[in-house]
């Protein structure tokens, strides 16, 4: 794992030097074609197009490289409107990959994202994402997210907190499936959110070799799901929140209670039912040139033969930051995230302003079948630093490496991990 960090390093001057032959242009908004452009263009659009190395990692794919080029437009307040970006890569599990990314910010209430990716070697990936605040004098939320995929990475190492590395398995994460929620504003603060999501898994050979399959590693063990399954789950949540972003809060804070239930009789595979509450708080200091973020989450599955992929897990880019996703599953599990935003400078390039920022963090948090049977043995603590490129109100690019006892984790990737 060191080693991708030496990778890091080694690709960070010529990625600099890279950067710089970027360029700005203006293109008559007429020879755009919509959905890139919409009504909050000037007649002449700027366009910045930045050419970027690719260089990302995390525990369960290893090293992947290539290039990407940003298309950035600006819209009349000179914020970005529309982000697209192509790009090509390589991964010796799974081949070369190519995709493409679509971001775009209509107004602050109504935006959508989209995600096409196709690699030589299983992985693939085809999502939309939609978020919708106009109806009802700006009262009613609509979050839409389908997707189709197959991830040849993904690892089971058993259930609890004390699963050893030595059990490690892969197989290819197989989905399609929908996530769709309603929200009604109540007062300045609070929201009733109706949800109801939908998942067809198969669980097939991985593209790692050198692991074992899971279905030979664990077939001596009653492991729900590993079969494949269907989920389709019912859920209400209340939601208080004072945040003053969406997508990147410098201040305010957070909280969240859900209920969801999943039944035979709806056509999911088993009877359960999912309970998380969560906090987050945003603190800042020197008009925001530091910000104390925390977040606390407690997660419970109740339910017999709930499939491992339903029950509550850590791991991974916004949770554990030690650790690969899904690293550990289990009943509930209790998490605790601290993390102290500090922005070293602004700096403009080609007309894009961006805050790059510096993120030690701690991840602590453990599963368990339950909080009050939990031990102090089976916490994990994950000490990290991440570094944040932020071009507000929208986009966030980020780079997290956190510690656990497996290694170092490398994690890249856009957005906040909360």
């Not at 209509?106 to 690699?119: G, H, M, Q």
Request: proline content about 5%.
């Amino acid at each position: 794992m060191f080693s991708h960090l030496a990778t890091y390093f080694r690709y960070l001057v010529p990625g600099m030097l890279l950067l710089l032959t970027g360029c700005t242009s203006f293109i008559p908004r007429d020879r755009l074609p919509y959905p890139l452009i919409n009504a909050s263009f000037d007649q002449q659009v700027k366009v910045v197009i930045i050419p970027l190395p690719v260089i990302a990692s995390s525990p369960n794919e290893g090293i992947t490289s290539g290039a990407l080029t940003a298309f950035l437009l600006h819209d009349r307040n000179d914020n970005i409107s529309t982000l697209l970006a192509p790009q090509i890569n390589y991964n010796k599990s799974f081949g070369i990959s190519t995709s493409l990314y679509g971001a775009f910010y209509p107004s602050p209430d109504r935006s959508w994202e989209i995600n096409l990716a196709k690699s030589t070697i299983i992985n693939e990936d085809y999502e939309f994402k939609l978020r919708d605040k106009t109806f009802l004098d700006k009262k009613l939320e609509i979050n839409a997210f389908v997707f189709a995929f197959s991830d040849g990475s993904a690892r089971f190492f058993g259930f609890d907190a004390g699963t050893p590395r030595q059990r490690e398995s892969n197989y290819t994460d197989k989905e399609i499936g929908f996530n769709i929620s309603v929200g009604y504003d109540i007062g300045r603060h609070f929201q009733i959110v109706l949800g109801e999501r939908f998942r067809d898994v198969s669980i097939e050979p991985g593209a790692v070799k050198s692991i074992p399959f899971i279905k030979d590693q664990f077939k001596e063990q009653n492991v729900p799901g590993i079969n494949g399954f269907v989920a389709h789950a019912q859920r209400i949540s209340l939601v208080y929140s004072t945040l003053d972003s969406l997508t990147a809060p410098t201040f305010g804070g957070f909280a969240k209670i859900t209920l969801e239930n999943s039944s035979k009789a709806m056509g999911s595979s088993a009877d359960y039912r999912h309970y998380e509450g969560e906090l987050k708080g945003f603190i800042p200091f020197d008009d925001n040139r530091y910000i104390s973020v925390f977040r606390l989450v407690y997660n419970q599955t109740l339910g017999d033969q709930v499939p491992f992929l339903e029950q509550s897990s850590l791991g991974g880019e916004n949770t554990l930051r030690g650790y690969g996703r899904n690293r550990f599953i289990d009943n509930s599990y209790f998490l605790l995230n601290l993390e102290e935003r500090i922005r070293l400078f602004r700096w403009e390039i080609f007309g894009v302003k961006a805050d790059w920022e510096l993120a030690p963090f701690i991840d602590l948090g453990a599963v368990m079948e339950r909080l009050d049977r939990s031990s102090g043995k089976q916490f994990e603590f994950n000490p990290g630093i991440g570094l944040r490129a932020v071009v507000r109100p929208n986009i966030t690019g980020r780079i997290d490496v956190g510690i656990g006892h497996d290694g170092p984790a490398v994690f890249v990737g856009l957005g906040y991990p909360f």
